[in-house]
């Protein structure tokens, strides 16, 4: 079996580049090594989002970001040391060296462990807005359920969560529940189990997790806005959240804004520089969230954003942390980005 070869690249790859890869091979992993072969660092999908984080252009060589000094094992190492070593250091891929420091292979965990391919996590699809910005197509169909092909919206998110081994699912609704309801059901038409969050007055983007179960909440809990066109890869979503040990975690998107005006920078009335329609970045809020259990049960039945959440959690000391999207993201929030969204669905595989 000689598919790690797949994951090798050079020093002289870009951190794009290395994005390509880490999404075409199954590794999830790519090695950084020299001419030799030698290993000079790994990158993960973490590794990406971190390096997005710290402003890092896709330019620049993935050595800015790797990571320099791996958890790696040899060749005649045994089953039960390699699992040790990655429960030591937390990792589940551990690349292979020979006596030389050059790479002949890579240890998976999931090659050692008998796993389930089904995910007990709870994904809550918020689902209750009046989508008015969407009037008139909004007018007798709830946002979710508007069609993109041939397809409602949250069908297809549905679809992607099912895709990634997730099956335990609550839609909260308002709006139309009943268009939701009488579509969706029980989730039997897809294999997994759906039950509804039925607000009975506005509660915000979180106040409905007041009404989650208690005793169901055993995992990190998914909560995503349901009018979202997205590719983000959910396994990594939740192996982000679950690697820095967050206790609540944002989805955000890189949004860029070119201002209409020639910024001008001065020094009392003298004039020290003129940035001719300079373009603003900032990171937003993508509506997708993971939150870990204890951090739900303080929700009380009332209006509550998501917003206020993240700011309650933090203020408690508790960790939060932000993940990155570099996958295609579009929120379906008025017309044009509606009619953007089924241009783009009719070449979805190459989102």
Known sequence: MNEWRETLIGANTTIHEAIREIDRVSAQIVLVVDEQQKLLGTVTDGDIRRGILRGFSYEEPVTKIMKKNPVTTGKNVSKNEILELMRINDVARIPVLNEKGQVVGIEFLDNFLSKPTKKDNIVVLMAGGLGSRLRPLTGECPKPM???????????????????????????????????????????????????????????????????????????????????????????????????????????????????????????????????????QFFVNAGMYILSPNVLGDISDSYYDMTSLFQDISDKGLQTVAFPIREYWLDIGGIKEYKQGEIDYSDYENF
């Open 146 to 280: 508007l069609l993109i092909g041939d397809k409602p919206l949250m069908e297809i998110i549905l679809l992607n969560f099912i895709e990634y081994g997730f099956h335990r699912f609550y839609i909260s609704v308002n709006y139309k529940a009943d268009i939701i309801e009488e579509f969706f059901k029980d989730g039997s038409k897809w294999g997994v189990e759906i039950h509804y969050l039925r607000e009975k007055k506005k509660m915000g983007t979180a106040g409905s997790l007041s009404m989650l179960p208690k005793d169901v909440m055993h995992e990190p809990v998914i909560v995503m806005n349901a009018d979202l066109l997205t590719r983000v890869n959910f396994n990594q979503f939740l192996d982000f959240h679950l690697s820095h040990q967050s206790a609540a975690t944002m989805a955000i998107r890189k949004y860029e804004f070119q201002m209409p005006y020639g910024a001008v920078t001065t020094n009392n009335y003298h004039i020290v520089s003129i940035d001719e329609k300079p373009v603003q």
